[in-house]
């Protein structure tokens, strides 16, 4: 197209009737005003493709921002995933009763380190130290394997839908339920982190050694309260701990009983054996109940922290309550969960969805 044929392009031969023809000879001052229109007509658009940006760009935001769990989350995306969370779980507690107390510890500490994003199922990698390695992980935190059991399932059935975060939040709850305890409902919908913090989780998950205080602290930290943390702290009703993780308190507390203190110390020495077992809940290590409650009545907890419950204050009436009424120790305890299980969520944009729970995409 020649530069005359451009100029009618932009004004129409109309608009010169009565005026000089473009030509060459007088383009100029043509050109001088082609560019002006031109230039205009950029800015005027430019503009709205700006605005079309900035509104686009907040809608997102505020999608994302307004991104609630819920429970029929997959519903219609993978309506297989309830089934084969809680099949697997049964079949990982069967042939091993401690891991229902495993898998829910497992969700415990994710949620506790940035919240609950299956931070903690990621590996080292060049670009951060996970949250395996971390003190109150290393050598200690265990269902990893189930995890991957699971995820491979529900990658079979419904490929890159559901999260690592969601499936630890459901079999955290399957456990509790096959072991005797309460259900509650679980809201899904949790996207998964991309990095982990093994300074992190050294900072935010409460360790066995903490003051009431700390204990309470720690807990608002994260938005809950002294009511979750004596519920919640039930959770120990099951499972088993390290000697690592009770030798202070059988040596060297005065809130324990001297039997119990004595019984431990056998299979617990002041020095070695630091991986020895003994379990949470002397009576009944594999079934959810309350009696966690009533042998901190008679200072029988194995850990520091544990009977630290019973220092005085709204905490021992709780914990009074619970050994009195395991009704309400269970309704307590579900609520708690809901609470512990919405700490910081990655949702809508944010995050992603692993394919291999142990590894970033």
């Not at 401690?98 to 994710?110: E, I, K, P, T, V």
């Not at 060049?126 to 269902?143: I, Q």
């Not at 913090?197 to 700390?214: D, G």
């Not at 040596?251 to 002041?270: E, G, H, Q, T, V």
């Amino acid at each position: 197209m020649g530069f005359i044929q451009l100029i009618y392009q932009f004004y129409p031969r109309s608009h010169f009737k009565g005026k000089h023809q473009p030509s060459i000879s007088n383009s100029s001052f043509v050109y001088c005003k082609l560019i002006r229109k031109l230039k205009y007509m950029a800015s005027y658009y430019y503009y709205y493709f700006l605005l079309f940006v900035l509104v686009a760009t907040a809608a997102i935001s505020e999608a994302d921002s307004k991104t609630k769990l819920s429970k029929d989350f997959y519903s219609r995306s993978c309506p297989k995933l309830l089934p084969i969370v809680k099949d697997e779980v049964i079949k990982a507690v069967n042939k091993e009763t401690r891991m229902g107390a495993s898998l829910l510890r497992l969700h415990f500490h994710d949620c506790f380190v940035n919240g609950c994003d299956a931070s903690i199922l990621l590996d080292n990698t060049k670009k951060f130290a996970g949250e395996k390695t971390a003190a109150a992980n290393n050598n200690s935190a265990r269902g990893f394997d189930v995890i991957d059991d699971i995820k491979t399932k529900v990658e079979k059935a419904c490929p890159r839908i559901v999260s690592c975060a969601d499936i630890l939040a459901l079999a955290a709850r399957d456990s509790v339920v096959y072991l005797g305890g309460p259900s509650w409902e679980v809201g899904l919908g949790r996207r998964d982190s991309t990095t982990a913090s093994r300074a992190a989780a050294n900072n935010s998950i409460p360790a066995p050694f903490f003051s009431l205080t700390t204990l309470k602290s720690n807990f608002a930290n994260h938005g809950l309260s002294a009511e979750d943390l004596v519920a919640l702290s039930g959770g120990h009703t099951i499972g088993l701990a390290r000697c690592v993780q009770f030798r202070a308190h059988i040596y060297n507390d005065s809130n324990i009983d001297a039997s119990f203190a004595k019984s431990l110390r056998s299979k617990c020495p002041r020095k070695g054996n630091d991986a020895v077992l003994a379990p949470l809940e002397l009576q009944t290590p594999t079934h959810f109940d309350n009696l966690y409650y009533k042998n901190l009545l008679v200072k029988r907890g194995l850990l520091h922290s544990d009977q630290e419950l019973l220092n005085g204050g709204s905490t021992s009436a709780l914990v009074k309550k619970f050994a009195a009424n395991k009704n309400e120790f269970f309704k307590a305890f579900s609520k708690g969960m809901v609470k512990m299980s919405s700490i910081k969520p990655l949702t809508g944009r944010k995050g992603q969805i692993r394919i291999h729970c142990r590894k970033v995409n």
